[in-house]
């Protein structure tokens, strides 16, 4: 799976927008990006995923550059809640059982 | 509550103890995960079960022994740790074979080895 550069730490008030980075420059055509973010002592938690379009859920959105070498996360609505570490994992899917490596990812901290 | 549940959620073992860490998920899910995350480490990835058998092993010592028994249950076995194995052990469970999934995580298991 292709390696991921990501910030090591961020902040951002409450109620804006937070926009996280991810460079994952030697990312292969099959692979998908995810993101996951991971709340003090808890299991991580799913956030989105994308392989070249743009994506939108309800917590966030994945921006993905056109040349798939990098990829943005976006919570519009920053919360003191959304202060966690966030990964940016690239995979291939398609095999049940294949693996998630997990990084340093960013310690996004929410300000009040 | 994610649909992974892990018991128990704290565990505390001396290094002549044997105990289990169990996981279940009743999400329809055919792949489950156990993962280890030290202090101040990423995660690490221990064992992979897809379809009830063992796919992967990460050169984890045979001091830890998972079992499987069926798609809704993994079980981590523990024998003659030693401190350093202290940490939060996570379960992940992944549904299907094929497609592209996202990973259901448990709240995970704290143990301290003394």
Same mark, same amino acid.
């Given at each position: 799976?292709?390696?991921?550069?990501?910030?090591?730490?961020?902040?951002?008030?409450?109620?804006?927008?937070?926009?996280?980075?991810?460079?994952?420059?030697?990312?292969?055509?099959?692979?998908?990006?995810?993101?996951?973010?991971?709340?003090?002592?808890?299991?991580?938690?799913?956030?989105?995923?994308?392989?070249?379009?743009?994506?939108?859920?309800?917590?966030?959105?994945?921006?993905?550059?056109?040349?798939?070498?990098?990829?943005?996360?976006?919570?519009?609505?920053?919360?003191?809640?959304?202060?966690?570490?966030?990964?940016?994992?690239?995979?291939?899917?398609?095999?049940?059982? *294949?693996?998630?490596?997990?990084?340093?990812?960013?310690?996004?901290?929410?300000?009040? | 509550?994610?649909?992974? $549940?892990? $018991?128990?959620?704290?565990?505390?073992?001396?290094?002549?103890?044997?105990?289990?860490?169990?996981?279940?998920?009743?999400?329809?899910?055919?792949?489950?995960?156990?993962?280890?995350? *030290?202090?101040?480490?990423?995660?690490?990835?221990?064992?992979?079960?897809?379809?009830?058998?063992?796919?992967?092993?990460?050169?984890?010592?045979?001091?830890?022994?998972?079992?499987?028994?069926?798609?809704?249950?993994?079980?981590?076995?523990?024998?003659?740790?030693?401190?350093?194995?202290?940490?939060?052990?996570?379960?992940?469970?992944?549904?299907?074979?094929?497609?592209?999934?996202?990973?259901?995580?448990?709240?995970?298991?704290?143990?301290?080895?003394?």
């Amino acid at each position: 799976d292709a390696k991921t550069t990501q910030p090591t730490s961020m902040d951002c008030a409450e109620g804006r927008a937070a926009n996280l980075p991810c460079n994952h420059s030697t990312i292969s055509g099959n692979e998908y990006v995810y993101w996951y973010r991971q709340i003090h002592s808890q299991g991580p938690q799913y956030i989105i995923h994308g392989l070249k379009n743009n994506e939108t859920n309800e917590m966030a959105s994945l921006i993905i550059t056109e040349d798939r070498k990098s990829s943005t996360l976006i919570l519009p609505h920053a919360t003191l809640r959304d202060t966690a570490v966030y990964y940016c994992i690239v995979r291939v899917a398609g095999t049940s059982g *294949s693996r998630l490596t997990f990084g340093e990812g960013t310690q996004l901290t929410v300000n009040p | 509550e994610t649909g992974v $549940t892990q $018991t128990p959620r704290h565990l505390v073992m001396g290094m002549t103890n044997k105990k289990s860490l169990k996981c279940e998920q009743h999400l329809g899910h055919n792949a489950m995960y156990w993962y280890k995350q *030290s202090a101040k480490k990423p995660l690490e990835l221990m064992f992979v079960y897809s379809l009830e058998e063992r796919v992967e092993n990460n050169s984890v010592p045979s001091r830890f022994s998972p079992e499987c028994p069926n798609s809704s249950h993994l079980f981590l076995h523990l024998h003659t740790l030693q401190p350093e194995d202290s940490a939060l052990y996570l379960c992940a469970s992944q549904r299907g074979a094929g497609g592209n999934y996202g990973y259901t995580f448990g709240s995970g298991t704290r143990l301290t080895v003394v």
